[in-house]
């Protein structure tokens, strides 16, 4: 893909009307790991796929902690979203000192988006190449936001990023009535069997590789546990079925022999 000289620079413009630079740091959140996020009236729940690169090596955290009532997932290049989660972390650690309350999950996500125009609009820089999802409850109940490398934030219902995510955004809108009713116990489920349908064929969900974590009302930011999270996997198809087309034909021919008689 050759942009010739309208790439090279975030501060440039193509004749067209786009910045090269910010579509291809759009493209780095499409190839992360895919992660989503699901809010009812009393609880929020973030869960996401985890990779490692090679045997020898633990998957990467893809979850984190921001304050006691927040807390992100992320797709794309982890090391800047980790970067994101420190900054909005002293963002609430300041809120806390000068006002002596928490900070509200809107002006938070509000200030990445700030933080992250910056980079696209200064010589030198280049966006921040992650997709954020910020899952928050405050005295607006909970919330669910994402955040882009464009600097746009949008709030949302549910959501799901990252590769092979569509799959996920099709049964998030199949499901979207059901949720605001949802206990945290079916929350969870509908997270598992959302990140189910955007695995591979090769892929299959185990305790190794997915993370799941929620707030509540009345409940401070957590990740579930091996135990806790094994016994939710074993009520959800962990790997998509595969479909042997060579034992099918036998039966496809049988039946179509049955119907001629």
């Known amino acids: 893909m050759f942009r010739n000289q309208y790439d090279n620079d975030i501060t440039v413009w193509s004749p067209q009307g786009r910045i090269h630079q910010i579509e291809y740091a759009m493209?780095?959140?499409k190839l992360g790991a895919v992660t989503l996020a699901i809010k009812s009236k009393d609880y929020v729940v973030a869960g996401a796929m985890k990779r490692s690169s090679g045997k020898l090596m633990k998957s990467q955290q893809k979850?984190?902690?921001v304050d006691?009532?927040?807390?992100?997932?992320?797709?794309?290049?982890?090391?800047?979203g980790q970067q994101l989660a420190k900054f909005m972390r002293?963002?609430?650690?300041?809120?806390?000192?000068?006002f002596d309350t928490p900070l509200s999950t809107q002006r938070l996500v509000r200030s990445v988006a700030d933080k992250s125009q910056k980079c696209t609009q200064q010589a030198g820089k280049r966006?921040?190449?992650?997709?954020?999802?910020?899952?928050g409850v405050d005295e607006q109940g909970p919330h669910v936001f994402q955040t882009c490398p464009s600097a746009n934030f949008y709030e949302c219902e549910a959501m799901a990023i990252g590769a092979r995510s569509q799959s996920a955004r099709t049964?998030?809108?199949?499901?979207?009535?059901?949720?605001?009713?949802?206990?945290?116990?079916?929350?969870?489920?509908?997270?598992?069997?959302?990140?189910?349908?955007?695995?591979?064929n090769e892929q299959e969900m185990t305790v190794d590789n997915i993370e799941v974590g929620f707030i509540g009302k009345n409940e401070a930011f957590r990740k579930l546990t091996d135990p806790e999270l094994d016994r939710y996997l074993s009520g959800v198809e962990t790997k998509k079925?595969?479909?042997?087309?060579?034992?099918?034909e036998p039966?496809?021919?049988s039946e179509e022999g049955t119907a001629d008689q």
């Open 68 to 80: 006691d009532h927040i807390a992100l997932s992320m797709s794309g290049l982890l090391a800047d």
């Open 27 to 29: 493209e780095a959140v």
């Open 171 to 200: 049964y998030l809108e199949r499901n979207l009535a059901e949720f605001p009713g949802c206990s945290l116990e079916d929350l969870i489920k509908h997270v598992l069997n959302a990140i189910s349908s955007s695995l591979s």
């Open 127 to 135: 966006p921040y190449g992650v997709g954020l999802l910020v899952i």
């Open 241 to 248: 079925p595969s479909r042997n087309i060579a034992s099918d």
């Open 251 to 253: 039966m496809a021919a």
């Open 90 to 98: 002293s963002e609430c650690i300041e809120s806390k000192w000068a």
């Open 63 to 65: 979850i984190f902690a």
